[in-house]
Nanobody, 125 residues
Framework: QAQLVESGGGLVQAGDSLRLSCAAP????????MAWFRQAPGKEREFVAA?????????NNDDSLKGRSTISKDDAKSTVYLQMSSLQPEDTAVYYC?????????????????WGQGTQVTVSS
């Protein structure tokens, strides 16, 4: 399977913004649906955002995330980004990048058969 490598996590202060990156093998972002999920300690993996191969985006519109995430991609670099703003301690989690075949439900973790190792984001109050 294609290797996905996340980067950009770290320790930030509440209210800060952060941009995560996911580097994928060449042309991956041109052919697959790419997404970001997150998993906090003791919680299930949660969908954050997805972008289709043609650039259509889907977001988790729960109150905890609504309006604070922007997913984008650079096909030339085969890289997907997640920009998050107004970070809060509740956003502390491991953030994962994933790839799925087009046509599968974008918000469902089981649609994705290729996952990165994750990058830790810790938000201090």
């Amino acid at each position: 399977q294609a290797q996905l490598v996340e980067s950009g996590g770290g320790l930030v202060q509440a209210g800060d913004s952060l941009r995560l990156s996911c580097a994928a093998p060449r042309r991956t972002t041109m052919w697959y649906t790419m997404a970001w999920f997150r998993q906090a300690p003791g919680k299930e993996r949660e969908f954050v955002a997805a972008i289709s191969r043609i650039g259509s985006t889907t977001y988790n519109n729960d109150d905890s995330l609504k309006g604070r995430s922007t997913i984008s991609k650079d096909d030339a670099k085969s890289t997907v980004y997640l920009q998050m703003s107004s970070l809060q301690p509740e956003d502390t989690a491991v953030y994962y990048c994933a790839a799925a075949q087009p046509g599968n439900p974008a918000t469902v973790a089981s649609s994705y058969n290729n996952w990165g190792q994750g990058t830790q984001v810790t938000v201090s109050s």
